[in-house]
């Protein structure tokens, strides 16, 4: 079992930046394949981006390709987002989640551990 809390949303202005981080304790975050998600009100969850347990592959969604780089530190147990260029329909509740599986996945079901999210605002 492993338990993530995501932090460092918040408010900010379109084209501004945030990096959001996923802090994983019970294991160690390295056996797991990481993504980040989000949902904005009224809508599904969706992939935002996801990385494998070395960092080698990275997945983005193409709403976020060139913006949005995800990265790992697994000595720290630590994931990260580093979201740039942020545009007002960025604004969702972001989630980090773990998958015990190898391959990095996109749909949300293939996941098995799940943060509680934070929220993002981009204003315009």
């Known amino acids: 079992q492993v338990q993530l809390v995501e932090s460092g949303g918040g408010l900010v202005q379109a084209g501004g930046s945030l990096r959001l981080s996923c802090a994983a304790s019970?294991?160690?975050?390295?056996?797991?394949?990481m993504g980040w998600f989000r949902q904005a009100p009224g809508k599904e969850r969706e992939f935002v981006a996801a990385?494998?347990?070395?960092?080698?592959?990275?997945n983005y969604a193409d709403s976020v390709k060139g913006r949005f780089t995800i990265s790992r530190d697994n000595a720290k147990n630590t994931m990260y987002l580093q979201m740039n260029s942020l545009k007002p329909e960025d604004t969702a509740v972001y989630y980090c989640?773990?998958?015990?599986?190898?391959?990095?996945?996109?749909?949300?079901?293939?996941?098995?551990?799940w943060g509680q999210g934070t929220q993002v605002t981009v204003s315009s």
């Open positions: 990385i494998s347990w070395g960092g080698s592959s990275r």
């Open positions: 019970g294991r160690t975050l390295s056996s797991y394949v």
């Open positions: 989640a773990a998958d015990r599986s190898r391959i990095v996945h996109t749909p949300p079901k293939m996941y098995d551990y």
